[in-house]
T-cell receptor, first 110, second 113 residues
Framework: QKEVEQNSGPLSVPEGAIASLNCTYS??????FFWYRQYSGKSPELIMF????GDKEDGRFTAQLNKASQYVSLLIRDSQPSDSATYLC??????????FGTGTRLQVFP | KAGVTQTPRYLIKTRGQQVTLSCSPI?????VSWYQQTPGQGLQFLFE???????NKGNFPGRFSGRQFSNSRSEMNVSTLELGDSALYLC????????????FGPGTRLLVL
């Protein structure tokens, strides 16, 4: 069983819509959760991190964490074509190691 | 503050050779992690160094090794290169460990022929 799972996509949404990206993880002891964005040919860049259950908002981005269900999601409001990228979910485990999912490719079309 | 830098950015090697990649973390960051990224496997954790000591290791063969210097700069070495080692190698640094956010460098793209 993979430790961090994401749907590979592509997830296609029209410009202005809400994009919803999901991630599940296997270890209940996981403590920190991160969302990175990676454009083709570039390195990952941090979008948000979340540690506690609930929602965390930053501009057009909202991260949601539900530890009981072991999932973390990222909502992108008012999606723009420039948001088209691969979104990586990452989770830290007890060993302090950061484990990445394989990413979800998002396509925002005009 | 300068970001994470990696050298070289691109590299072409042949099977059986060895390669050394370098990573300079953000100033003040003491933790450096290395990842291999391929289209099929995504981002795979190689190892993490903190204060010159390897703290974590991923599931890679012993051909992959690394070290960290007293100034927190890190090097990664791959010996006896195989075709399957062709990948983007990413270095990430963070201030400490635990919940600290990792920041990635631009990566070194390695092609093994």
């Amino acid at each position: 069983q993979k430790e961090v799972e994401q749907n590979s996509g592509p997830l296609s949404v029209p410009e202005g819509a809400i994009a919803s990206l999901n991630c599940t993880y296997s270890d209940r002891g996981s403590q920190s959760f991160f969302w990175y964005r990676q454009y083709s040919g570039k390195s990952p860049e941090l979008i948000m991190f979340i540690y506690s259950n609930g929602d965390k908002e930053d501009g057009r981005f909202t991260a949601q964490l539900n530890k009981a269900s072991q999932y973390v999601s990222l909502l992108i409001r008012d999606s723009q074509p420039s948001d088209s990228a691969t979104y990586l979910c990452a989770v830290t485990y007890n060993t302090d190691k950061l484990i990445f999912g394989t990413g979800t490719r998002l396509q925002v079309f005009p | 503050k300068a970001g994470v830098t990696q050298t070289p950015r691109y590299l072409i090697k042949t099977r059986g050779q060895q390669v050394t990649l370098s990573c300079s973390p953000i100033s003040g960051h003491r933790s450096v992690s290395w990842y291999q990224q391929t289209p099929g496997q995504g981002l795979q954790f190689l190892f993490e160094y903190f204060s010159e000591t390897q703290r974590n290791k991923g599931n890679f063969p012993g051909r992959f090794s690394g070290r960290q210097f007293s100034n927190s700069r890190s090097e990664m070495n791959v010996s006896t290169l195989e075709l399957g080692d062709s990948a983007l190698y990413l270095c990430a640094s963070r201030l400490g460990r635990g919940r600290e956010t990792q920041y990635f460098g631009p990566g070194t793209r390695l092609l093994v022929l």
